[in-house]
């Protein structure tokens, strides 16, 4: 069955830099167009990244680019979000997903404070 397993959450300070991982298994991860969101407390949940199958093109919230990299490795199937300059509002619970299954993994924190 299809599997997806975040990691790399933690607490950093402002301005700091955290590097997300996401392990998949059980679908065509090198023909899927892969997501990275994250749901804050008391908000809804919100594409972060975006990523094309060979990798060619990424997308990001206006809230997120110049700061975060969507990037993948095929030959792992896994995802990854490098974050830099990270910022208080960026804490939340982060996720991976294929954009084409309903499958969420459990996610990982990431909680950004001094």
């Known amino acids: 069955q299809v599997q997806l397993v975040e990691s790399g959450g933690g607490l950093v300070q402002p301005g700091g830099s955290l590097r997300l991982s996401c392990a998949t298994s059980?679908?065509?991860?090198?023909?899927?167009?892969m997501n990275w969101y994250r749901q804050a407390p008391g908000k809804e949940r919100e594409l972060v990244a975006q990523?094309?199958?060979?990798?060619?093109?990424?997308i990001y919230a206006a809230s997120v680019k110049g700061r975060f990299t969507i990037s993948r490795d095929n030959a792992k199937s896994a995802l990854y979000l490098q974050m830099n300059s990270l910022k208080p509002e960026d804490t939340a619970m982060y996720y991976c997903?294929?954009?084409?299954?309903?499958?969420w993994g459990q996610g990982t924190l990431v909680t950004v404070s001094s």
């Open positions: 059980g679908f065509r991860f090198s023909i899927a167009i």
């Open positions: 990523i094309t199958a060979t990798g060619g093109t990424t």
């Open positions: 997903k294929a954009a084409n299954l309903e499958v």
